[in-house]
Nanobody
Framework: QLQLVESGGGLVQPGGSLRLSCAVSGSVLDYYAIAWFRQAPGKEREGVSSISSSGGSTNYADSVKGRFTISRENAKNTVYLQMNSLKPADTAKYYC????????????????WGQGTQVTVSS
């Protein structure tokens, strides 16, 4: 059973940075594309960024392009989301998810989910 555990969330001032981590266990990370999603109170969940199983392809939502960077270390079974120039609009619970597919799966193809980590951007 694949398990994903997010960490690294917290309270940060506008313009600040955070790095989220997604630790994967129960299988080899190499087989999975990984994505980060977020959900703010009263809003629908949205895809933020994704990375292919090899790490060779990445995708970003327009709202985070140029500010967020996704990366993975398969040897450590961990995926990261570096978030810079944070804005109050980035406040949400962030989830990582996995899909046993090649390339960059569609947002609704992710099957395995973590419990999430809260990110709050406020002065």
């Amino acid at each position: 059973q694949l398990q994903l555990v997010e960490s690294g969330g917290g309270l940060v001032q506008p313009g600040g940075s955070l790095r989220l981590s997604c630790a994967v266990s129960g299988s080899v990370l190499d087989y999975y594309a990984i994505a980060w999603f977020r959900q703010a109170p009263g809003k629908e969940r949205e895809g933020v960024s994704s990375i292919s199983s090899s790490g060779g392809s990445t995708n970003y939502a327009d709202s985070v392009k140029g500010r967020f960077t996704i990366s993975r270390e398969n040897a450590k079974n961990t995926v990261y989301l570096q978030m810079n120039s944070l804005k109050p609009a980035d406040t949400a619970k962030y989830y990582c998810a996995a899909a046993p597919l090649g390339g960059l799966p569609l947002w609704d193809e992710y099957e395995y989910w973590g419990q999430g980590t809260q990110v709050t951007v406020s002065s």
